[in-house]
């Protein structure tokens, strides 16, 4: 099946190079190469693909730097920190655009550039009226951490230094991650939890019922690298980091994806008997291009936007339809057009209809053609085509989205399995999409009912 050029546009976004390049803004002190190689990792806050786009507060710094700089970056994603630490080593990469650790391990083979951040490790609870406050209120309580991880042997060593009490309950699971404790503390599946303060303030956005003011380690400071063959980037580097741009734009990255919500607010308008929306009339004009009852596509914007065309998301996404930058310039919207109503829904049928055509081979029905199309939207196609691959390695069965694909799609939030090499596209925080289909369906059954009662 040949893919659209649209398709083919969104997919290419994705692609672990990454190429900018705009007017000079400044002389340029050092001789930096034309094209920087760039080394990371995929994470939730360093480097990631969502709806077509990539993001992550590495990632949108270390592009400041180029733009400044006025040259290219190519990205190279290992595996793990060792398969980065080597392509540092053996020239593959410039610099690390990761949080590396500045401990004497590192500091004799790197060189630390850049702005350096401080995190600890954080006790999780839920917000109560009996909040821990002091380590030694961890006598008698129970603590859930990972198996054989760093947080494990520093609540060890923090129980021997109060002298006993904590209890201590290991987790493993072959699907668990570390945020996966923080959702179990928030739903009140465990009580107490211990993660990375980055890790934390991430999942704050997602939980808010959380608290995560307990330190319970020392402070450990990190930042990027370089070899020290390449001390003149870390210079360049280093004079980047203090200029007020950078620095403001330090600030603002650290509030889009640590302290903003990742959900919505509410909205409330005035409707006739029978309406769903402000915008019903719209939706009835585009929805017969491509098959779909008009209600589905009120569906998709009620999840989206609760039909506010103002809302713009931690990510970026504007409109009605939450486009993302990309994805409304593959489908030939202006900028200033992306919060009006009609062209943001008119663009996002245009990109279902191409979702339809990717996904129409690979699936058993209209309904389940919809479901993957829907994920997609949500997700961006490449994290849904990286999810059939993994169920059909793994015995699921990569036509049918609940209980199969959609299963595969949450195996993306874990290093296990969005490095397999049957993934593309790294990284995803699965949950969202996961709880976004059946959320989708169930606004679109509550708008049929609704409808009928004019």
């Given at each position: 099946m040949r893919l659209s050029g649209k398709i083919l546009a969104l997919l290419c976004l994705t692609c672990l190079i990454v190429g900018c390049r705009q007017e000079k803004s400044v002389q340029q002190e050092f001789p930096l190469p034309d094209t920087l190689f760039v080394g990371t990792l995929y994470s939730p806050t360093s480097f990631f693909i969502y709806k077509n786009d990539t993001l992550g507060y590495e990632y949108e710094r270390i592009m400041d730097f180029a733009r400044s700089k006025n040259i290219h970056v190519a990205f190279r994603v290992a595996s793990n920190m060792n398969s980065m630490l080597q392509m540092l080593a053996d020239g593959s990469v410039h610099i690390l655009a990761y949080e590396i650790p500045e401990t004497a391990e590192f500091k004799d083979s790197l060189t630390h550039c850049g702005l350096s951040n401080t995190t600890y490790q954080v006790l999780v609870q839920r917000q109560t009226d009996s909040i821990l406050t002091d380590v030694t209120q961890l006598v008698g309580r129970d603590v859930f951490v990972e198996r054989n991880s760093k947080y494990e042997s520093r609540l060890q060593n923090l129980n021997n230094e109060i002298g006993g009490g904590i209890n201590i309950h290991p987790f493993s699971k072959d699907t668990l991650i570390t945020e996966d404790l923080i959702e179990m503390v928030s739903d009140g599946d465990i009580p107490l939890a211990v993660v990375d303060s980055d890790i934390a303030r991430l999942n704050r956005t997602y939980y808010n019922?959380?608290?995560?003011?307990?330190?319970?380690?020392?402070?450990?400071?990190?930042?990027?690298?370089?070899?020290?063959?390449?001390?003149?980037?870390?210079?360049?580097?280093?004079?980047?980091?203090?200029?007020?741009?950078?620095?403001?734009?330090?600030?603002?990255?650290?509030?889009?994806?640590f302290e903003l919500s990742k959900g919505l607010p509410s909205v409330t308008f005035s409707l006739k008997p029978g309406e769903i929306s402000p915008y019903d009339s719209i939706f009835r004009k585009y929805a017969p291009t491509i098959g779909w009852d008009w209600k589905m596509l009120a569906a998709i914007a009620y999840t989206e936007s609760q039909f506010d065309p103002t809302v713009v998301s931690?990510?970026?996404?504007?409109?009605?339809?939450?486009?993302?930058?990309?994805?409304?310039?593959?489908?030939?919207?202006?900028?200033?057009?992306i919060e009006d109503p009609e062209c943001s829904v008119k663009a996002a049928v245009a990109s279902i209809k191409d979702l339809i055509r990717l996904f129409e081979p690979k699936v058993k029905s209209q309904d389940e053609l919809i479901r993957f199309v829907l994920a997609a939207y949500n997700s961006g196609a490449g994290h849904i085509l990286d999810a059939i691959a993994l169920a059909e390695k793994h015995g699921k069965d990569s036509g049918i989205w609940y209980d199969n694909v959609e299963e595969a799609v949450m195996w993306k939030s874990n290093p296990q399995y969005y490095n397999d090499p049957v993934c593309r596209f790294g990284y995803f925080r699965g949950k969202q999409t996961v709880s976004y289909v059946p959320t989708v369906e169930n606004h679109y059954l509550n708008f049929c009912t609704k409808s009928r009662k004019k």
């Open positions: 019922n959380i608290n995560i003011d307990l330190k319970i380690s020392f402070p450990q400071r990190s930042s990027w690298a370089v070899s020290h063959t390449n001390k003149w980037l870390a210079d360049s580097v280093n004079a980047w980091a203090e200029t007020s741009t950078a620095r403001s734009l330090s600030k603002e990255l650290l509030k889009r994806y931690w990510a970026g996404a504007r409109g009605i339809m939450q486009l993302m930058p990309g994805t409304a310039r593959a489908y030939g919207l202006a900028p200033e057009e």
